[in-house]
């Protein structure tokens, strides 16, 4: 039988033993302090059952996770220190993730750090997953970030070159990626650096130049507004108020501030630092940001205007129970009917969104038994 049509029929054979659209909507996550990943069936309200056999993945400590919407798999990262591997799995129509594929997986190396392994981003045809590495020396505050693309073959198989990654001098803050999946762009924490890559069809990046922030700034979150016409860049200056700057992104990648850019809000309402929630109407934006008047960690909510501005919504922040978030992730369902909330430990907030973008938090909000959610599998 020839290449092509082994590849053909393994394909059609992964097709048929999993499903390709689960029925129902999974909330997937881990506590790394525990081990295995666990699993809820869950609603449009943002109602949580667990899973009949969860917790998944046996004895094994997860560090990172993120899902294919599209195709209803998931990736989990094995941190185990012998052993560290990246998991494919398929999830049934029950909910219920099947072990695909196991790739051994090594961060580049760089001596005498520690290495920190994120999964912030898959692309749109989910053909690549983008792995950020953070190397952090010992007994120091530097960083060093080295991404690494994975690719998803059609019989679920994934496959990498050790030898090659992107390397960037400082610690990543945000990343995102187009929703053509044309472009990614990302921010460093620590200095006023901006970088960008545009995305190969084999999903190998090429450095764009782009515009930096002013003297002083320290990047919060940056991510994408509807159909990836616009870059927005949360930042702050010490002393100063917290400050956003929107870019226009053209058809190359290239990035022009919009009249007006930077903007300014003397009520603190850009304070943002988390991921950058988009709803799937692209209507509203939403993410976390520390509320420095309580002091407590909030969601802030904004309205996506034609010209490409942002506007608060009113109401926003919206506090967080009094009390900081701690190792937070913010994501809202597919069907952008509620977000999430987790401290990545103990609480789980859950928040419906109104028609107008208001969030209204649920009265079961926050949640002890929910451990923290990575991510969504399906769309019911």
Do not use: H
């Not at 630092?273 to 934006?285: G, T």
Request: glycine fraction near 10%; include cysteine.
């Amino acid at each position: 039988m020839k290449e092509s049509s082994l590849i053909s029929y393994a394909a059609a054979l992964f097709v048929s033993l999993f499903p390709l659209q689960a029925v129902a909507l999974f909330a997937y996550g881990f506590d790394p302090t525990t081990p295995g990943f666990y699993g809820f069936r869950t609603d449009q309200k943002g109602n949580f059952t667990a899973l009949a056999n969860t917790p998944f993945g046996g004895n094994v400590y997860y560090g990172a996770m993120i899902a294919d919407t599209k195709s209803d798999a998931l990736y989990v990262y094995d941190a185990s220190e012998d052993n560290p591997s990246i998991q494919s799995y398929k999830v049934d129509t029950d909910g219920n993730p099947t072990l695909v594929y196991t790739l051994p997986y090594t961060p580049p190396s760089v001596p005498d750090t520690f290495s920190s392994v994120y999964l912030p981003l898959i692309s749109p045809s989910g053909k690549d997953i983008y792995v950020v590495n953070v190397y952090t020396p010992p007994g120091e505050l530097s960083y060093t970030t080295i991404i690494t693309v994975l690719s998803i073959q059609k019989n679920g198989s994934i496959t990498y070159d050790p030898n090659e990654g992107y390397d960037l001098n400082g610690g990543v803050q945000a990343i995102a990626e187009d929703p053509s999946g044309k472009f990614i762009f990302g921010c460093l924490g620590t200095e006023n650096y901006t970088f960008g890559y545009s995305v190969a069809e084999d999903g190998s990046l090429t450095a764009i130049a782009c515009p930096q922030l002013p003297d002083g700034a320290v990047a919060g979150t940056l991510g994408f507004g509807p159909q990836g016409k616009y870059l927005y860049e949360f930042f702050q200056i010490t002393n100063e108020s917290p400050q956003l700057a929107v870019y226009r992104v053209e058809n190359n990648g290239a990035l022009s501030a919009i009249p007006g850019s930077p903007f300014s809000d003397s009520q603190g309402r850009f304070n943002c630092d988390s991921e950058f929630v988009v709803d799937p109407n692209s209507k509203f934006a939403y993410a976390l940001g520390t509320i420095e008047s309580v002091p407590t960690t909030g969601i802030y909510a904004f309205q996506f205007e034609s010209d490409g501005r942002l506007t608060p919504i009113s109401g926003s922040p919206y506090s967080l129970v009094q009390k900081y978030a701690i190792e937070t992730v913010i994501l809202m369902n597919p069907g952008g009917n509620f977000i999430t909330v987790n401290s990545g430990f103990s609480d789980n907030w859950v928040f419906e969104v109104q028609p107008n973008g208001a969030l209204k938090e649920r009265e079961n909000s926050p949640s002890p038994n929910i451990p923290a959610i990575n991510c969504f599998v399906g769309s019911k």
